[in-house]
């Protein structure tokens, strides 16, 4: 039955050797049945339902180091659950162990040098609350209650990202739990090969217990969304793809396919301009000339304020299913394709994100990080959501089926950040041509794949 820890052969873990282990954790234990064991096993995604043997909250980089240890002498299956944000359910596994870090989300600002030490169990609110007191941001992504470590291990791309770069960009350092229970400090003079994998290559190599990031004078934003008819889609995708061509680094702006409150389908332009709100405002009266408007909320405002932004769009405890494809270009074919697809979908909660790589991504030169996407042009994310289980096949095949309509203008890539069910191939793709440096990377430290409930790059045997 599951939610009973099981060695990897199947057998069952001895009651007397889970004791030992608890008597020896600093942290919260919780075993099936205990009062906060189904909260805890809960994700944001309701199509994930997965029962462990036993959810460790670590408290410190000890207890990290603990479990790994305990797991690996057990040959236990291991998870990793920080934001537990990924779509796929990585967070959470049947019948062996989770690294829970939520306990572990402190952020200390030093506003005199610009940095930040964020623990891995923390969320983007949690940054954006700390370091908005200093007049600071850390470049990340477009959803309050995203994990730090996910986002960052997988690139992080968000609302500073023209101007500052990908969060994986202003990466300072790292602390790392290895497969082998060890404490590392990982940068750029220590471990440089591992500390170049962990900026764009998923969490293979290690649990992340903090991470140390460089933070800009970010204060207060112009941002907000301008809403179009859905008939008007494809003026406003091309305007859009010929506008954010000369556009300034400090603007951000993406385009989805929504649905209003009233389950109307519509277009949507959201922006953040992060210089002087002042400077921006000529950028919104461009936009208001693009379409009839449905809606516009523009304003400025303090940066945590537009990060919460888009969080109506993915509540929690309804269903998800997600794939990405990168397109080098947004031709008007690809985006006749972007909305006739966009126009099917079964559930008016789904959102389809095109998000542009320009600015700051692709300055950074490609051999610099793992991240390896950094002139793929645009992203097209296909986000289903809805609310019943009955409705989860239709679903599916109508993501799946809007990724294949992308196939003859897709780069036959996606971000690491978005993967779930996809391929082996697949995987390997998302990493790009940076696939085999990272297999090395993995092979040194982590020979045996103790870390493979993530988007797996597979060590060499």
């Avoid at 305007?239 to 680094?249: E, G």
């Avoid at 309804?318 to 006739?340: C, G, K, M, P, Q």
Wanted: with cysteine; proline share 5%; hydrophobic share 40%.
């Amino acid at each position: 039955m599951p939610g009973i820890l099981k060695h990897a052969d199947g057998s069952i873990v001895e009651l007397r050797t889970v004791k030992r282990f608890i008597n020896a954790f600093a942290g919260e234990v919780l075993l099936p049945g205990d009062a906060d064991y189904d909260s805890a096993r809960t994700l944001w995604n309701a199509s994930i339902d997965k029962r462990p043997g036993l959810i460790a909250r670590c408290t410190s980089t000890a207890d990290v180091a603990r479990v790994v240890t305990f797991a690996r002498i057990n040959n236990l299956l291991v998870s990793i659950k920080g934001g537990g944000h990924n779509v796929a359910g990585h967070a959470l596994c049947d019948d062996g162990i989770v690294i829970d870090l939520a306990p572990m989300n402190r952020v200390t600002v030093d506003a005199a040098s610009h940095t930040v030490i964020v623990q891995a169990g923390a969320r983007l609110e949690d940054v954006d609350r700390e370091t908005h007191q200093h007049g600071l941001a850390v470049p990340a992504g477009v959803m309050s209650k995203t994990g730090v470590g996910g986002l960052t291990l997988g690139g992080g791309i968000g609302w500073l990202s023209r101007k500052y770069g990908l969060t994986c960009d202003n990466l300072l350092s790292c602390e790392l739990v290895s497969a082998q229970g060890e404490v590392l400090q990982v940068h750029g003079a220590s471990h440089s090969d591992l500390f170049w994998a962990l900026r764009g290559g998923g969490g293979n190599f290690g649990v992340v217990t903090s991470f140390s990031f460089r933070a800009h004078p970010v204060s207060t934003v112009l941002g907000g969304a301008i809403v179009y008819p859905r008939e008007h889609a494809a003026t406003v995708l091309r305007f859009y793809r010929d506008f954010m061509l000369t556009a300034p680094d400090e603007l951000t702006a993406y385009v989805g396919m929504i649905s209003t409150p009233e389950g109307i389908p519509a277009t949507a332009i959201m922006m953040c301009y992060c210089g002087n709100p002042a400077a921006g405002e000529p950028i919104v009266q461009q936009l208001r000339t693009v379409a009839p408007r449905v809606f516009e909320a523009i304003q400025p405002m303090p940066f945590p304020a537009m990060q919460k932004l888009a969080d109506p769009s993915s509540p929690d405890g309804i269903h998800n299913y997600w794939r990405s494809t990168f397109v080098n270009e947004l031709s008007d074919a690809a985006i006749a394709v972007i909305v006739e697809q966009s126009n099917q979908a079964p559930s008016e909660l789904s959102v389809v994100l095109v998000q542009i790589f320009s600015g700051a991504v692709n300055k950074v030169d490609a051999a610099a990080t793992a991240f390896p996407h950094r002139n793929a042009g645009f992203n097209v994310a296909i986000e289903a959501k809805w609310p019943d289980t009955v409705q989860s096949a239709r679903n599916i095949a109508w993501t799946r089926g809007f990724s294949d309509a992308l196939k003859p203008f897709s780069s036959y890539t996606c971000l690491v950040n978005f993967l779930g069910d996809e391929s082996a191939n697949e995987v390997r793709a998302a990493f790009g041509s940076h696939y085999e440096q990272l297999v090395d990377v993995k092979t040194k430290y982590d020979p045996t794949n103790f870390f493979r409930l993530n988007q797996n790059i597979k060590p060499r045997m």
